[in-house]
């Protein structure tokens, strides 16, 4: 179920919260088990078929953890990582290389129309990240209860953030309603979750209705004018911002109501001086395990500049199709690979970027660069640029009313995540924060409800 | 490694305690609770009880009627008029036919519950809302059947957003519908509507007359949209082996309310986009005609009106906007057709 839904926010969260803390009070041995048994129950309120897959993949890549740290076989866990990517390869990118072995002639090239599990892409690498640092010696081996909750904890299984096992696994064992901080966690999540909901119904959601038609039309071969392709790519820079941040914000909340802290996965991106600040605010937990589990992997900055180069472009290219099984998005990210080589050069050459130019190319770039993630294909994306570029008649009717307190909401700042750590517990605030919960559920209930962009991923 | 794809490390137990003691945070998680649990309920509580679409579910004795808005949602108010007893439904395609004309052929109070741009599945439902809230069986009842109808998909999915919560049996389906924003901005117009007791209502008839704006858009004289009438089409609706879903519910509706006249019609369409003979869009129109045909034939005091045959009226520009939006002079024929018919049946 979605976060911004009724089931969810005004049935399933309740219940939840109401079951857990008479578990945590009256049997707390239970209270992992109940979060596990929630979290699968989120899970397939989706799709009931998609619930084997999720239990079955926590059970098998369990059962190989124990069976490593009874023959310490290094191959166990590298046979399960390569499962765990074909799972993914097979349910996300059959079709995406299918499509491209059928452009050599005499190739057959089968097609497979399986629907995508939602999440899988990231609780395969939940999976890898576990599986990997296990094989390292630096993880400990957990009982199925705790690995499967780790895998599946129903704020984090959808859309992330990645959280690494270590930083999560010991928040398991606390006692967290008899916290000194109890309360203040409480109140924190659910500001957190209001903020979120904030970013996503009135800040996201009213984007899509200037981006959607652009990128249809371009989707139809239809001329994109100057105005029409500046609206809908400055709408959707920041919709897929407040989408996705928003989403994040949500998680963490929900998961400090179950007392469990997330790790931030945003941190004003589009105030970022360059390229590579970008990638250091956007997206973070994807960063990091892209850096430490691929960049690093395939050589990173320690045997030399055209290694680390090489490096950079498969990371970046690699993360780009990680987005959408589509040359579009692998473009999106080779695109962000050769900026970030080129921002790498520009250092090493010792070359000056003022802070406030820096900012400008940063932004065009990212913003630019959106334009292959969101269009359905090339000739969307040239139909788009052709806009941007003055390359198609001007226009008229460009709307901005939406885009204005978005663009200053995600330029200025601060991110949710700082804000609500800096409140303090008054009363005026807990009502406020409280009529706007309120006023975003009768916008929930309005019959333009969207989902979120980064469920396809 | 290189500081390009890294990100800052954040200790995810990092969230700082505050000095406020823990006694002002639960009071704050209490203010929160408390506070939206009564907003909510209370805001649901007033929408419950203002009514504001005159579904008539309040216990209040309130002003009959709505301000003057869609007729998605005017629909509710009209569909329980006692004023009337026989209605129109469908969408655009039957839009023009007039509830004062009917009423001067038959003698018979018709409101027009149309809906724009709607299926089957939107006007099942306001058949139903209609049927439910006469006292005395209704007397007629005129659907619309475009191709629409003729869908083999028996979700019979609507293409543009409809309030069937609105309509909905049930009280909570109703009751989780008036949680939207929507409601909310109808607030303060509902209680000055209520309140003062002079503001505007919607027409009760639900007639809408779309001649202005379609010649306010140019659809009578610009050289582009008259050339567009002329274009060669399909509408036949792709349906040629069935089944016919829509006219199954249909008819389970219908026999709920045996003693209701039913008058299927066809629509009337430009020339240009009736079926060639011989192709599949006529296979497709005949099949989904028969459908229904056979539903007239088995239902007492039902009958069909088909426009969608080849006509001299049918051949006229002058009587169109474009193919399926037919002028007042083809209103008047199609009236006097259903005032014949509803003749026949008495």
């Not at chain 1, 089931?7 to 578990?23: I, N, R, S, T, Y």
């Not at chain 1, 696994?169 to 203040?184: G, I, T």
């Not at chain 1, 359905?376 to 139909?383: R, S």
């Not at chain 2, 049927?131 to 191709?147: F, N």
Request: include cysteine; charge should be positive.
């Amino acid at each position: 179920m979605l976060f911004n839904s009724f089931a969810f926010l005004l049935a399933f969260l309740p219940l939840a919260l109401g079951l857990h803390w008479l578990v945590e009070r009256f049997a707390p041995r239970w209270r992992l088990s109940l979060l596990l048994v929630l979290s699968l129950a989120f899970y397939a309120y989706w799709d009931w078929r998609f619930l084997p897959l999720l239990a079955g993949s926590i059970l098998l890549n369990w059962l190989i953890a124990e069976a490593f740290q009874k023959t310490r076989s290094s191959v166990l866990v590298t046979l399960a990582i390569v499962a765990n990517l074909a799972i993914l390869a097979l349910f996300k990118y059959f079709n995406f290389f299918a499509d491209l072995a059928a452009m050599i002639p005499g190739l057959p090239a089968p097609r497979l129309e399986l629907a995508l599990p939602l999440g899988i892409s990231f609780f395969t690498f939940h999976h890898v990240m576990y599986l990997t640092d296990l094989r390292r010696g630096q993880a400990p081996h957990y009982d199925l209860v705790r690995y499967g909750l780790y895998i599946a904890f129903f704020p984090q299984v959808l859309a992330g953030p990645l959280v690494r096992w270590r930083e999560i696994m010991h928040q398991f064992e606390e006692r967290p309603y008899l916290r000194a901080d109890a309360a203040e966690r409480f109140a924190r999540g659910l500001l957190l979750l209001t903020a979120g909901l904030a970013k996503k119904v009135l800040l996201g959601d009213p984007l899509a209705e200037y981006a959607n038609p652009v990128f249809a039309a371009a989707a139809a071969g239809q001329v994109v004018s100057v105005a029409e392709a500046w609206q809908g790519t400055l709408a959707f820079t920041f919709q897929i911002y407040f989408d996705f941040s928003g989403y994040t914000d949500m998680a963490l909340g929900l998961a400090l109501l179950f007392g469990i802290v997330l790790p931030q996965n945003f941190d004003v991106p589009y105030r970022s001086a360059s390229i590579q600040d970008f990638w250091r605010r956007w997206h973070m937990t994807l960063s990091r395990f892209l850096r430490d589990y691929l960049y690093i992997a395939l050589g990173g900055s320690r045997h030399g500049l055209s290694r680390q180069i090489w490096a950079l472009f498969a990371t970046m290219a690699l993360g780009g199709l990680w987005h959408g099984a589509g040359l579009t998005f692998v473009a999106w990210g080779a695109a962000h690979g050769l900026a970030l080589i080129a921002a790498l050069l520009w250092r090493r050459a010792g070359l000056p970027m003022p802070a406030l130019l820096g900012w400008l190319l940063t932004f065009l770039f990212v913003t630019l660069c959106w334009v292959l993630f969101r269009a359905t294909n090339f000739e969307a994306a040239l139909a788009i640029y052709k806009g941007l570029f003055g390359l198609a008649p001007i226009g008229t009717g460009f709307k901005w009313r939406a885009l204005l307190p978005a663009a200053a909401f995600a330029i200025i700042g601060p991110t949710a995540w700082a804000l609500v750590n800096r409140l303090p517990p008054a009363r005026w605030l807990a009502v406020a924060a409280a009529l706007l919960f309120v006023l975003i559920l009768f916008k929930i209930g309005e019959d333009a409800n969207y989902e979120f962009i980064y469920f396809q991923f | 490694m290189s500081s390009s794809i890294s990100s800052s490390e954040h200790d995810a137990a990092s969230i700082p305690p505050a000095p406020a003691s823990a006694a002002r945070w639960g009071s704050f998680v209490r203010g929160f609770v408390i506070t939206a649990a009564a907003v909510l309920v209370g805001t649901l509580a007033l929408a419950f009880l203002i009514d504001p679409y005159d579904t008539g579910h309040t216990p209040l004795s309130l002003r009959e009627g709505v301000r003057p808005q869609g007729p998605r949602t005017a629909a509710a108010s009209r569909g329980r008029d006692l004023a009337f007893s026989a209605a129109i439904f469908g969408n655009s395609h039957v839009q023009l036919l007039s509830p004062d004309a009917l009423r001067a052929d038959t003698g018979i109070p018709f409101v027009s519950l149309i809906a724009p741009a709607s299926g089957p599945k939107e006007g099942l439902v306001l058949i139903d809302w209609f049927l439910r809230h006469r006292r005395e069986p209704a007397r007629a009842v005129i659907v619309g059947i475009d191709a629409l109808w003729c869908t083999a998909n028996p979700a019979m999915p609507n293409d543009k957003p409809f309030p069937f919560w609105l309509y909905s049996r049930s009280p909570t389906d109703y009751l989780v519908g008036l949680l939207r924003f929507d409601v909310l901005e109808e607030f303060q117009r509902r209680i000055v509507y209520l309140l003062t007791g002079k503001g505007e209502r919607a027409r009760r008839d639900g007639y809408w007359d779309y001649e202005p704006n379609y010649i306010g858009m140019g659809y009578d004289t610009a050289p582009a949209k008259r050339a567009a009438l002329e274009v060669i089409g399909e509408s036949g609706g792709g349906n040629a082996k069935g089944p016919y879903p829509a006219a199954q519910a249909l008819e389970a509706l219908m026999n709920t309310a045996p003693g209701t006249a039913l008058i299927l019609l066809r629509p009337p369409v430009y020339h240009k986009v009736l079926p060639i003979p011989g192709s599949a869009d006529a296979a497709a129109d005949a099949g989904c005609r028969d459908a229904f045909a056979a539903l007239a034939a088995r239902r007492p005091r039902t009958a069909l009106i088909d426009w969608r045959t080849d006509r001299p009226e049918l051949r006229d520009p002058n009587r169109f906007f474009d193919q399926t939006h037919y002028r007042q002079s083809i209103a008047r024929l199609v009236e006097a057709d259903i005032a014949a018919a509803l003749a026949a049946l008495r």
